[in-house]
């Protein structure tokens, strides 16, 4: 005989375990385990039968793993956190007491825990960490724009601000921007770092209210593990980019509100002078391998640079970039020191397309109105020259009257400019003045796109979205492809005309529908429209006939073999009819939402046509 | 107390083997002693070298075997009878001997060593019995009581009754100190050390006879010799233990300067010196576990999302409301879409704090399922099945409508030749009308609802019979062929009654005499015993002599089986459990179907047993069919499932269907074409192709040809009954709205 099975002491009731039950085990408060759950990423699990893993209660509760539990109760910080508790404690016996100094030495002496030892759990390899950057991403740059008060300290929103900045400038660097989306909620970029794709949302630049039931301890302690997360993996791409991290801040330009340029980018060959003579002597043996890369490098260049549009005719001469210490030069630079030890990563970053060189020939000018951080960000990551105007903030590499300006970025409407001298008159004839979208579309274009409809003060043609949308859905047409819908819609309508003028066929036509509907009452039209048109009635009753025919063979066709499918349904096990019908009800959602656009589409352009007409 | 001689028994029975005098029942003793005489011999040869250290053996002994032990070793013997006499020397244990320690000069137990051939417990024992220490009882209904060292078994001692034990505790003066021993399952006597023990045991003595309670205490620590003296003493204390130590305060000076100088700051603070430092992390390689699953990034953005989007994507104003209405937890997107002329005029994005809040609380707080995404096409879940057109002929649409007015048409019958159909209904009129024209020939009023009809599958002789009210008519239909007329009379009235059965059937069967026999009246009657209700069901054996009945109510289930050459009935089962829904012969087989509430039991007629129980999990079964081959069986229930058994292959059905959205009423295999036709409540009926093979492997092949409707549904009832033409693949079906129609091909 068996072994008795013991309820409660096998399975789901062993393997998960209640918040509850867990906050209990652990020792800690509901915040704690909150907190410790955050850095650890352990989250609630859904056993498969809730009423066996409550011991045969139904309440509604959350379940995590047992194990998981264990595994928090062997972490660090769990003792750190018991002991700020008694530091807590202690400190408010201090401060209640008056015993100022000794709350002081407690205060200096606070217990404070470490997190890279959690990074390397969640994260035990390099790729495993960019991978999961989009959301810190997106909550540095948020709170990088958070007013810091009460709740937010201020070097919380300075660190952030830094980091910012510091995966801005290396963004910049690494030419790795692929795509930008201006959406209502933010500006969405996607960079390409270390093979994975990083998709991250910055809001626009204004100040961002907490909303009052948005926990901040929550957002808090997420933060915490982002900002760490994310120093470690800058200090790993910058290291492997040949260049020190942290890059060295210029506090002047910093107060200056210059931004990403207050950062200096600085070669780590350059530190050690130890290492530059060996870097040095083994350049002698790299040198092959860097020419090859270079003949490719000019190679791509020549191809790419045959498909660009028209524009790149008037490609200007590269004015020498003295004032920006690491567009140019030093985007080669670590390359060179790179290319040492050709790994996977430096191969397979190497035959990058010109389009992250999309804006080199090209100078442009921000105007006031439009944001700096979205733009400068942009349009340098894609190898163009940016000026901006005092009021921007400073660091503008050039003023508004350089000649070397091909673009300018406006975004308000235009006006007259009546005491113009000719010299401005001249300027401006020599520059193009276009809207930002133009720098984006651009971008995920892949080409430089004609600066025509996106000129000051046009209506701008829509802005779509470079990440696609799921398979099936509705495409919107483009400016021109919507034309073509416009002429097919015409055609249609044209076409029904024509016919309407060949009596017969209209009759036909008319006798075809009135039968489909199988309503009497347009069936007495066709017939009157018939005998207005003199036919006979016995003629009219043998179309009728010929029609019903037509009509009934081609439906049977169809019915019959729907019908066929709908009695082979029955012979379907449920788990296949459910499945059958969940896909049918999706597929059906998607092809209704599509259907609705286009829809919609075309009554837009029907609206347009007769406006017009 | 038996549990301690059975422990110690082996033991015992080692030391006693050899010996045949303990047969004889003799007060045997000083077996141990022997040995340990032998031991001590043992001892003292093979201590020689030590013993030539300690020459004088004898310590500080307290009993005669001290001198015994000191006296030479050749007098032994004696002095073992000596001891043996006096039970205070009685030894389990090989005896100690008392010698002075050279190290700690104290008086210590010196215990012969054990010689493992011999002294082991098991060595030299021969115990007949091998099975070792399992509880005995298992062997009390086996002849014998264990096995040997040979495997051979051992077996069980004769016992003699209480008369004879009485007589042994009466002859033999050594009953009363002899026990049972389970392992040989005879009565033992006890050794003289187990008596020695039980008898201290009795007294309240130590059991262990060489224990001592009135030992000397040994003096460790008090005594002559052995006082301890406190050493104080009256000098004074010297200067320096006065005065602050010169070399502590050059220690602290150290400190102090280093202090001054700044080389040790006091009180600083251990968080501002330990700042957050990022280094290479990822430089050495990591655990080999595996990372945990990435969290689900958020869906990428889409059209809709952008500040200026086709204008196709903005919400009408009723969509908006009906965004602005719904929950924010039920909304498919958390935006509306917007456009504006130009990217200046976009202002910030009032959830956007919000929205990263609920992304993280998805991902602290949300558990996480994986899913596996199908990617298939959904029309590739439904089977492909062959086009019912290559499955003709089968029924598709209707030929002809008969109708009984005002009343529910319950039950048809079709007749073995395929040209007639009687009906009947509930106000008790049955017809009988062709099938092709469904002219009708004749009528019958009965009292009564028309429970069941059927036709005799015999094609000699032409007859059906109907339930009406407990009782059971047969009639002949008019226009028949006279030779077939004169048979049918002789089967069902023959002139020479059979012999009355040896006991009494309730069941009466009464013929009219000759003289008044028409058409118009039954030819023969059974009356089925009081309050059985109405016969709902008839099943005709194959060979036409058998008709099974089944009643609404009443005893034995209501099930009749009536042999009509015979004129007998009789009650299969005495009790049945559950209400029976229907009976059925097999077609080949002797062997009957019966369908209670939930369970179809098989039951071999010859052999009057039950063969299986088919369990088609439906919750109240309404009817069932068997195929003409007798493998398959189709089970119909009022929770609109169908079961399909495959008889060979399990119990439980090969193919359960739901298709009909209310109760099933009926279902029919067709004799000769592949073909079954359902009837249900919502007032269809079903048609499908169900082809059978003959070898066991491949199963049956069951397709949906066709759905025939037409009949109405009158107060919750539709289609009652379906039958097939026999001959033709043509079907027919009675309604609850009073009409029959004949379906064709």
């Known amino acids: 005989m068996g072994k008795l099975k013991v309820k409660g002491k096998a399975g789901a009731a062993k393997n998960f375990t209640t918040r509850s039950l867990a906050v209990k085990k652990l020792q800690c408060s509901l915040a704690d385990f909150r907190r410790l759950c955050i850095l650890k990423g352990i989250f609630p699990r859904e056993p498969r039968n809730k009423k066996k893993a409550n011991k045969g209660?139904?309440?509604?509760?959350?379940?995590?793993?047992?194990?998981?539990?264990?595994?928090?109760?062997?972490?660090?910080?769990?003792?750190?956190?018991?002991?700020?508790?008694?530091?807590?404690?202690?400190l408010s016996r201090a401060l209640g007491r008056g015993e100022w100094s000794s709350a002081k030495s407690l205060e200096d002496n606070k217990p404070i825990y470490r997190l890279d030892h959690i990074i390397k759990e969640r994260y035990p390899t390099f790729i495993d960490a960019v991978r999961d950057i989009d959301d810190a991403l997106c909550m540095v740059f948020l709170f990088s724009s958070l007013p810091s008060d009460g709740r937010l300290p201020k070097e919380v929103v300075e660190n952030c601000a830094k980091l910012v900045a510091e995966w801005q400038l290396y963004i910049l660097h690494s030419k790795s921007l692929r795509k930008v989306f201006l959406s209502i909620k933010g500006a969405y970029y996607q960079a390409e770092v270390a093979d994975q794709t990083v998709t991250w949302l910055a809001p626009y630049q204004f100040t961002q209210n907490v909303p009052a039931d948005v926990d901040l301890r929550v957002m808090l302690t997420f933060l915490e593990l982002y900002q760490t997360l994310l120093s470690f993996v800058f200090f790993k791409i910058y290291t492997d980019a040949g260049l020190v991290y942290p890059p060295p801040l210029d506090i002047r330009k910093d107060e200056g509100a210059a931004g990403i340029n207050a950062l200096t980018l600085q070669d780590s060959s350059r530190q050690p002078l130890a290492q530059q003579s060996t870097a040095l002597a083994k350049e002698s043996l790299s040198i092959t391998a860097k020419e090859v890369r270079r003949t490719i490098k000019s190679i791509n260049a020549q191809t790419t640079s045959e498909t660009v549009d028209i524009e790149m005719a008037e490609e200007k001469p590269l004015e020498p970039e003295a004032e920006e210490e690491f567009i140019p030069h030093s985007s080669t630079k670590p390359q060179e020191a790179a290319s040492e030890l050709p790994t996977f990563l430096s191969l397979s970053s190497l035959p990058q397309t010109m389009s992250t060189n999309l804006f080199a020939p090209y100078t442009f000018w921000l105007s006031r109105e439009t944001s700096r951080s979205i733009f400068e960000f942009t349009v340098r990551?894609?190898?163009?020259?940016?000026?901006?105007?005092?009021?921007?903030?400073?660091?503008?590499?050039?003023?508004?009257?350089?000649?070397?300006?091909?673009?300018?970025?406006?975004?308000?409407?235009?006006?007259?400019?009546?005491?113009?001298?000719?010299?401005?008159?001249?300027?401006?004839?020599?520059?193009?003045?276009?809207?930002?979208?133009?720098?984006?579309?651009?971008?995920?274009?892949?080409?430089?796109?004609?600066?025509?409809?996106?000129?000051?003060?046009?209506?701008?043609?829509?802005?779509?979205?470079?990440?696609?949308?799921?398979?099936?859905?509705?495409?919107?047409?483009?400016?021109?492809?919507?034309?073509?819908?416009?002429?097919?819609?015409?055609?249609?309508?044209?076409?029904?005309?024509?016919?309407?003028?060949?009596?017969?066929?209209?009759?036909?036509?008319?006798?075809?529908?009135?039968?489909?509907?199988?309503?009497?009452?347009?069936?007495?039209?066709?017939?009157?429209?018939?005998?207005?048109?003199?036919?006979?009635?016995?003629?009219?009753?043998?179309?009728?006939?010929?029609?019903?025919?037509?009509?009934?063979?081609?439906?049977?066709?169809?019915?019959?073999?729907?019908?066929?499918?709908?009695?082979?349904k029955m012979m379907m096990s449920n788990k296949q009819r459910k499945l059958y019908e969940k896909m049918k009800y999706s597929q059906g959602k998607k092809n209704s939402e599509r259907l609705k656009l286009e829809e919609r589409k075309k009554d837009l352009l029907r609206q347009k046509r007769k406006g017009t007409s | 107390m038996t549990s301690?001689?059975?422990?110690?028994?082996?033991?015992?029975?080692?030391?006693?083997?050899?010996?045949?005098?303990?047969?004889?029942?003799?007060?045997?003793?000083?077996?141990?002693?022997?040995?340990?005489?032998?031991?001590?011999?043992?001892?003292?040869?093979?201590?020689?070298?030590?013993?030539?250290?300690?020459?004088?053996?004898?310590?500080?002994?307290?009993?005669?075997?001290?001198?015994?032990?000191?006296?030479?070793?050749?007098?032994?013997?004696?002095?073992?009878?000596?001891?043996?006499?006096?039970?205070?020397?009685?030894?389990?244990?090989?005896?100690?001997?008392?010698?002075?320690?050279?190290?700690?000069?104290?008086?210590?137990?010196?215990?012969?060593?054990?010689?493992?051939?011999?002294?082991?417990?098991?060595?030299?024992?021969?115990?007949?019995?091998?099975?070792?220490?399992?509880?005995?009882?298992?062997?009390?209904?086996?002849?014998?009581?264990?096995?040997?060292?040979?495997?051979?078994?051992?077996?069980?001692?004769?016992?003699?009754?209480?008369?004879?034990?009485?007589?042994?505790?009466?002859?033999?003066?050594?009953?009363?100190?002899?026990?049972?021993?389970?392992?040989?399952?005879?009565?033992?006597?006890?050794?003289?050390?187990?008596?020695?023990?039980?008898?201290?045991?009795?007294?309240?003595?130590?059991?262990?006879?060489?224990?001592?309670?009135?030992?000397?205490?040994?003096?460790?620590?008090?005594?002559?010799?052995?006082?301890?003296?406190?050493?104080?003493?009256?000098?004074?204390?010297?200067?320096?233990?006065?005065?602050?130590?010169k070399w502590e305060k050059k220690k602290v000076m150290k400190i102090v300067r280093a202090i001054r100088q700044g080389r040790i700051v006091p009180n600083k603070s251990k968080t501002s010196t330990s700042k957050f430092e990022p280094f290479a992390i990822w430089s050495e390689s990591s655990l080999a576990q595996a990372p945990p699953l990435p969290a689900p990034k958020p869906p990428l953005p889409t059209n809709a999302e952008s500040y200026n989007p086709p204008e196709e994507y903005l919400p009408s104003d009723q969509e908006r409301k009906e965004w602005e209405e719904q929950d924010s937890e039920d909304r498919e997107r958390n935006f509306l879409p917007q456009k504006f002329p130009s990217l200046r005029l976009v202002p910030a994005y009032d959830r956007f704090v919000k929205e990263r809040f609920d992304r993280q609380l998805d991902l602290y707080l949300a558990p996480r399922v994986q899913r596996v995404k199908l990617n298939i096409d959904p029309n590739s879940l439904i089977p492909k099945l062959p086009s019912p057109n290559s499955l003709r002929p089968f029924p598709n649409y209707r030929s002809l409508q008969f109708h009984h007015p005002n009343s529910r048409a319950r039950c048809i019958s079709v007749s073995p030749d395929g040209a007639w159909v009687v009906s009947g209904d509930e106000n008790g009129v049955v017809s009988l009308w062709e099938t092709i024209i469904g002219r009708e020939v004749k009528w019958w009023k009965f009292d009564g609802k028309i429970g069941a009809l059927a036709w005799c599958p015999k094609t000699d002789v032409s007859y059906f019979c109907l339930g009406v009210d407990e009782a059971i008519h047969f009639i002949i239909p008019p226009n028949v062929d006279a030779m077939i007329l004169s048979l049918t009379q002789s089967v069902l009235a023959p002139s020479t009654l059979p012999p009355p059965p040896a006991n009494p059937s309730p069941v009466k069967w009464v013929t009219p005499p000759s003289a008044s026999w028409s058409v118009d009246k039954p030819i023969l009657t059974i009356q089925l015993p009081s309050s059985s209700g109405i016969p709902t069901n008839f099943c005709w054996h194959h060979r036409g002599d058998y008709l099974a009945v089944v009643s609404s109510g009443g005893a034995q289930g209501g099930v009749w089986i009536n042999q009509i050459t015979k004129r007998h009935s009789q009650a299969p089962f005495k009790k049945i459990k559950g209400a029976v829904q229907g009976v059925l012969f097999h077609p080949t087989k002797p062997h009957f179907f019966v369908a209670t509430q939930q369970y179809v039991r098989m039951y071999n007629l010859a052999e009057q047993k039950l063969i299986k129980t088919l369990t088609p999990g439906i919750r109240w079964i309404s009817c069932m069919d068997v195929h003409s081959s007798g493998d398959h069986l189709i089970v119909g229930g009022y929770d609109r499932k169908l079961c399909w058994f495959d008889l060979e292959l399990s119990e439980k059905p090969y193919k359960v269907l739901r298709y009909h959205s209310r109760a099933i009423r009926s279902l029919h295999f067709h004799p000769t074409y592949p073909l079954f036709a359902s009837s249900s409540d919502d007032g269809s009926i079903q048609i499908f192709h169900s082809r059978v093979y003959n070898d066991l492997m491949t199963d049956p092949l069951i397709v949906p040809l066709k759905i025939l409707r037409g009949h109405h549904v009158v107060e919750g009832l539709g289609v009652l009954q379906v039958k097939w033409n026999p001959k033709h693949p043509w079907l027919v079906s009675s309604g609850a709205d009073g009409k029959i129609s004949v379906w064709c091909s």
């Open chain 2, 4 to 245: 301690l001689v059975n422990h110690k028994r082996p033991s015992k029975r080692k030391n006693v083997a050899g010996d045949d005098v303990q047969q004889a029942g003799l007060p045997v003793n000083g077996n141990l002693e022997m040995l340990t005489d032998e031991e001590d011999e043992d001892d003292s040869s093979s201590d020689d070298g030590q013993v030539d250290e300690f020459p004088e053996i004898v310590g500080q002994s307290d009993s005669e075997e001290d001198s015994s032990d000191g006296e030479v070793l050749e007098d032994a013997d004696e002095d073992e009878d000596a001891d043996n006499d006096s039970d205070d020397s009685l030894h389990i244990f090989p005896k100690a001997k008392t010698i002075v320690s050279t190290i700690t000069k104290q008086p210590k137990l010196l215990y012969p060593e054990i010689e493992p051939e011999y002294d082991s417990d098991s060595s030299t024992e021969e115990a007949p019995n091998r099975v070792g220490n399992v509880p005995m009882h298992w062997y009390d209904d086996l002849p014998h009581i264990g096995y040997d060292m040979n495997g051979k078994k051992v077996l069980r001692p004769a016992r003699g009754d209480e008369l004879d034990k009485f007589l042994a505790t009466v002859d033999d003066s050594e009953a009363w100190t002899s026990a049972f021993d389970k392992n040989t399952q005879t009565d033992k006597p006890l050794t003289t050390e187990e008596l020695d023990l039980i008898r201290r045991l009795y007294v309240g003595e130590n059991p262990d006879a060489s224990y001592d309670p009135y030992e000397p205490t040994i003096e460790w620590f008090t005594g002559k010799g052995k006082e301890e003296i406190m050493p104080l003493s009256g000098a004074l204390q010297p200067k320096r233990r006065f005065v602050p130590s």
């Open chain 1, 381 to 568: 990551s894609f190898g163009g020259r940016m000026g901006w105007p005092g009021s921007s903030g400073g660091g503008s590499p050039f003023d508004e009257t350089d000649p070397s300006i091909t673009h300018v970025i406006m975004d308000r409407p235009v006006v007259e400019r009546k005491n113009e001298d000719s010299a401005q008159q001249e300027l401006r004839s020599r520059r193009k003045y276009i809207q930002p979208q133009w720098i984006i579309d651009c971008i995920n274009a892949g080409k430089i796109l004609l600066e025509e409809p996106y000129g000051q003060g046009k209506t701008l043609p829509p802005h779509l979205s470079p990440f696609g949308e799921y398979e099936g859905a509705y495409v919107p047409a483009h400016e021109g492809a919507g034309e073509d819908a416009a002429e097919l819609i015409e055609e249609d309508e044209e076409e029904d005309e024509a016919e309407a003028d060949e009596q017969s066929e209209a009759q036909d036509r008319e006798m075809a529908t009135a039968v489909a509907s199988k309503d009497p009452a347009a069936l007495r039209a066709a017939e009157l429209a018939a005998e207005a048109a003199g036919l006979e009635y016995g003629d009219f009753e043998a179309k009728v006939k010929q029609a019903n025919k037509k009509r009934s063979k081609k439906v049977s066709e169809t019915s019959v073999e729907v019908a066929e499918q709908d009695m082979n």
């Open chain 1, 57 to 90: 209660s139904s309440a509604p509760t959350t379940f995590y793993y047992t194990k998981d539990i264990a595994y928090l109760a062997h972490e660090p910080i769990l003792k750190k956190l018991r002991e700020h508790k008694a530091f807590a404690k202690k």
